[in-house]
């Protein structure tokens, strides 16, 4: 069972820093990409930024130069830095990650399984 857990969401004033992080847990065996998405009330889930096992980052252009996104392999965690916050920043954020699980199957070997997984969400606010 995969789990992605996020933290450090909370309520920050316009031009403030919050840092994300969100840590997946479970039978993995390697994770491709992993990302962070958001849904503001009223619309649409809309990616925020994401970044590759090899290090390759893309970013939304509504927060480029402002939010930066990390990882660490060894802890199978990825970040979200998010610096001068403005007030259409606020929204509930969301890890998701494409990895690959390992499993011992009743026949004794090992099965491999790639699939996308979602967090529960983290919320962030934006407000004086």
């Known amino acids: 069972q995969v789990q992605l857990v996020e933290s450090g969401g909370g309520l920050v004033q316009p031009g403030g820093s919050l840092r994300l992080s969100c840590a997946a847990s479970?039978?993995?065996?390697?994770?491709?990409?992993m990302g962070w998405y958001r849904q503001a009330p009223g619309k649409q889930r809309e990616l925020v930024a994401s970044i590759t096992s090899s290090g390759s980052t893309n970013y939304a252009d509504a927060v480029k130069g402002r939010f930066t996104i990390s990882r660490d392999n060894d802890k199978n965690t990825v970040f979200l830095q998010m610096n001068s916050l403005k007030p259409e920043d606020t929204a509930v954020y969301y890890c998701?990650?494409?990895?690959?699980?390992?499993?011992?199957?009743?026949?004794?070997?090992?099965?491999?399984?790639?699939?996308?997984?979602w967090g529960q969400g983290t919320q962030v606010t934006v407000s004086s």
């Open positions: 998701n990650a494409d990895l690959t699980t390992k499993k011992l199957h009743y026949s004794g070997r090992y099965r491999y399984e790639t699939g996308n997984y």
């Open positions: 479970g039978n993995i065996f390697s994770i491709n990409a």
